[in-house]
């Protein structure tokens, strides 16, 4: 059995759009568990009343991302899951979203599978997965190579964000929860991806699969809009910061093979300490 994990922390008009995709699915073969970690804007009575097949864990406001999973994860194995789907409550899902992963998950049953993105503005796609060569810190973004013919079926990438991300549970006994102690709110998705490519498991981007964001209110987006010195601290050392110097050196050393290691990280840090004034 297939549950989706979806962590949140108020906006609950996001959570409530998210969630009313996931009933339109045509494959009805999962079940949702909403991690709402402390909610002050009515998040937990609106779950309550519109939404009563939900499985709600609840936290008190310091989990944020990585242990909000983690949470729901522990809690979907205990009621029997087999396919785990961590999904960010600011997404709407395709029709066919469920059962295009479920599919491509019968047919590749050891592969982390992660979903082509979607501006819900125009549907134009805006993220289809990358390519990292960690000698030189560069990216090749899979949707400048291919042709739009070439948009559909599975492809291999470095890592996947957690939007839409689905994880055997092959995986999970093997590699275990994501890193919530190191890696607490970003980089957390991309880290565990790339442990369990490392670890054996295919990892592929799935294009028959779409799902529709809100590139404009990701937390990096939010902070650039009002760059500040604060916003600067922020972006380089808060938990929130996209830019965050400790969390990119955990991720690097778990990650990056030894030998690239000192490059990798110079770079790394010099594109956070200027990127911020850059994007």
């Known amino acids: 059995m297939l549950y989706v994990i979806i962590p949140v922390f108020n906006r609950k008009h996001f959570t409530r759009e998210c969630l009313l995709s996931l009933r339109k699915q045509t494959d009805q073969r999962f079940r949702t568990v909403v991690v709402d970690d402390g909610s002050t804007d009515g998040t937990d009575q609106m779950l309550a009343d519109e939404f009563p097949e939900v499985e709600v864990v609840t936290g008190d406001g310091n989990l944020f991302w990585t242990a909000g999973v983690n949470a729901g994860i522990r809690r979907a194995l205990e009621l029997g899951a087999t396919r785990i789907m961590t999904l960010n409550n600011d997404v709407v899902t395709d029709p066919d979203f469920v059962a295009q992963m479920l599919a491509a998950a019968d047919r590749n049953p050891t592969a982390v599978l992660g979903a082509l993105e979607l501006d819900v503005a125009t549907s134009k796609p805006i993220y289809g997965g990358e390519l990292l060569d960690f000698r030189t810190n560069t990216r090749r973004d899979l949707l400048e190579e291919l042709k739009?013919?070439?948009?559909?079926?599975?492809?291999?990438?470095?890592?996947?964000?957690?939007?839409?991300?689905?994880?055997?549970?092959?995986?999970?006994?093997?590699?275990?929860?994501?890193?919530?102690?190191?890696?607490?709110?970003?980089?957390?998705?991309?880290?565990?991806t790339s442990v369990a490519r490392r670890a054996g498991f295919p990892v592929y981007c799935n294009y028959?699969?779409?799902?529709?964001?809100?590139?404009?209110?990701?937390?990096?987006?939010?902070?650039?809009?009002?760059?500040?010195?604060?916003?600067?601290?922020?972006?380089?050392?808060?938990?929130?910061?996209?830019?965050?110097?400790?969390?990119?050196?955990?991720?690097?050393?778990?990650n990056c093979p030894k030998p690239y290691l000192p490059y990798f990280l110079l770079n790394g840090y010099a594109r956070r300490v200027v990127g911020y004034f850059l994007h």
């Open 208 to 254: 028959d699969a779409r799902l529709s964001t809100y590139p404009d209110e990701s937390g990096q987006t939010l902070t650039r809009k009002q760059r500040s010195v604060k916003g600067y601290y922020q972006h380089l050392f808060g938990i929130r910061g996209g830019g965050n110097m400790v969390n990119f050196t955990h991720f690097a050393l778990k």
């Open 148 to 192: 739009p013919e070439q948009f559909k079926g599975l492809h291999p990438v470095t890592y996947l964000p957690g939007r839409g991300l689905l994880i055997p549970k092959k995986v999970i006994d093997k590699i275990g929860l994501f890193d919530e102690k190191r890696l607490p709110h970003y980089l957390a998705d991309f880290d565990y």
